[in-house]
């Protein structure tokens, strides 16, 4: 059974940084990619960045290039999200995302956790 843990939510003041992590367990995942998603009040879950498990290729949403910085630790089974020059429009509730649906399984999200950038 795969579990996903998010946890480094917090409050922040514009400009400012927090660091995310994803802990993942129930399964190898050396294979996969590993998302965060984003969704903020009255808004559509939206992508911020994709890592790939194997190599480390990463891939990041426009309007969150060159200020976040996803990365993995794989003796850890952790996935992480660096968010630098924090905005207001940052704010949401970040999840963490593993979608093995195009593999023939499920499409998992941790529980969330609130990120809160004040101006």
């Known amino acids: 059974q795969v579990q996903l843990v998010e946890s480094g939510g917090g409050l922040v003041q514009a400009g400012g940084s927090l660091r995310l992590s994803c802990a993942a367990s129930g399964r190898s995942f050396s294979d996969y990619d590993m998302n965060w998603y984003r969704q903020a009040p009255g808004k559509e879950r939206e992508f911020v960045a994709r890592?790939?498990?194997?190599?480390?290729?990463?891939y990041y949403a426009t309007s969150v290039k060159g200020r976040f910085t996803i990365s993995r630790d794989n003796t850890k089974n952790t996935v992480y999200l660096q968010m630098n020059s924090l905005k207001p429009e940052d704010t949401a509730i970040y999840y963490c995302?593993?979608?093995?649906?195009?593999?023939?399984?499920?499409?998992?999200w941790g529980q969330g956790t609130q990120v809160t950038v004040s101006s």
């Open positions: 995302n593993l979608d093995l649906r195009p593999y023939g399984g499920y499409n998992y």
């Open positions: 890592i790939k498990w194997r190599d480390g290729t990463t």
